[in-house]
């Protein structure tokens, strides 16, 4: 790994546990991580936990980020949540395209692309997810898929609006079914997501944005998936609800 890219881990809680579970489990992971400075750390809880878990986190080097947003700035959208609400309640990060967001929700490359403006414009810290589906793979098409969504989010943006940028390479097959990776398999997207953000924002940004994996981390795949070269981190879904396992697979990396 290029020491100037400093690792980062995230925990996305996704749609799990009370507020009180919440509260525990921010606690339990600012105890075992705020002395860590090697790794950035990130967690990201359900909306109706972030101020209770900022407050727990309040003054530690852990981040805290939303799962999703909507890229309206306000209005009658029932349900959904602005970047500028986000940011109120003490978030500095957000997940945007997440690939369940992508398949299960339903939000397109170009809902995509607007949910990161929104962001920006609002001084959230992106966590741009990208993913290829099984039958993509099985199609050979998961560079293509990559780099089409990389394509649709970021065009047009530039390099000094997208300073706080950090991309998650997630192959959907990969999430929450147990089949992670092999590193192998993570380096060679990485890679080549590195070289195509390269053709959009020059090789000085490619070269210092970094580039998470995501699906089924646990503690004992993250330290060979971070030794490879382009891996700068992971994005962790079910394994981030245990504090110690998640404090294990922050500290992975050799
Ligand atoms: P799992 O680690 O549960 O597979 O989830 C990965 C993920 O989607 C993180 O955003």
């Not at 945007?96 to 962001?119: I, N, P, T």
């Not at 898929?145 to 997630?170: K, P, S």
Request: charged share 20%; proline share 3%.
């Amino acid at each position: 790994m290029t020491p100037k890219r400093k690792p980062v881990v995230g925990g996305n809680w996704k749609m799990h546990g009370t507020l009180g579970e919440a509260q525990d489990l921010a606690s339990e992971v600012r105890n075992r991580l705020s002395s860590y400075g090697a790794v950035q750390t990130l967690v990201f809880p359900p909306f109706p936990f972030l101020g209770a878990v900022a407050q727990r986190l309040a003054d530690s080097n852990i981040g805290l980020g939303a799962q999703d947003l909507h890229f309206e700035k306000k209005g009658a959208f029932t349900g959904a949540v602005s970047a500028e609400m986000l940011t109120s309640v003490g978030c500095a990060w957000v997940l945007v395209g997440h690939s369940e967001r992508r398949h299960v929700f339903g939000d397109s490359d170009d809902v995509v692309a607007k949910k990161l403006r929104a962001a920006l414009a609002a001084g959230l810290k992106p966590v741009l997810c990208v993913g290829e589906k099984l039958e993509e793979r099985k199609a050979g098409d998961t560079f293509a898929v990559n780099r089409r969504q990389l394509r649709t989010a970021l065009n047009g943006l530039a390099g000094d609006q997208l300073q706080h940028l950090v991309l998650a390479y997630e192959p959907v097959w990969a999430i929450g079914t147990g089949l992670v990776a092999t590193p192998e398999q993570a380096q060679e997207v990485h890679a080549d997501v590195r070289a195509a953000v390269a053709e959009l924002l020059g090789g000085a940004f490619a070269g210092a944005v970094r580039i998470q994996y995501g699906g089924s981390v646990k503690a004992e795949t993250a330290a060979g998936l971070m030794a490879k070269a382009d891996v700068d981190g992971l994005l962790v879904g079910g394994a981030s609800l245990k504090a110690e396992e998640f404090a294990a697979i922050v500290r992975a990396r050799a």
